[in-house]
């Protein structure tokens, strides 16, 4: 069973910065991949970015150039720094992590955006 424990969303103003961050423990395995998905109320979850264990990271039109996905391996860690933030970008962020194909997710943390 692997648990992924995210921190870092809040409040904040448009054009803001925040960053989040997403502990994994309990895997005896590598984490194939990680990433950040989003949902915003009434809206299905989408992704964000994502980040294999190679490195390789995928990003959504919506957020690039303004969001950056990024890991600590020896942590076990994935962070999403998130920069020029909109009242759109408003939702609750989910950390996903993929381990020997099992999917796991985070509890969600909050990210709002006040224009």
């Known amino acids: 069973q692997v648990l992924l424990v995210e921190s870092g969303g809040g409040l904040v103003q448009a054009g803001g910065s925040l960053r989040l961050s997403c502990a994994a423990s309990g895997s005896r395995f590598s984490i194939n991949l990680m990433g950040w998905y989003r949902q915003a109320p009434g809206k299905q979850r989408e992704l964000v970015a994502t980040i294999t264990g190679g490195g390789r990271t995928n990003y959504a039109d919506s957020v690039k150039g303004r969001f950056t996905i990024s890991k600590e391996n020896t942590k076990n860690t994935v962070y999403l720094q998130m920069h020029s933030l909109k009242p759109e970008d408003t939702a609750v962020y989910y950390c996903?992590?993929?381990?020997?194909?099992?999917?796991?997710w985070g509890q969600g943390t909050q990210v709002t955006v006040s224009s």
């Open positions: 996903k992590a993929i381990v020997v194909g099992l999917v796991y």
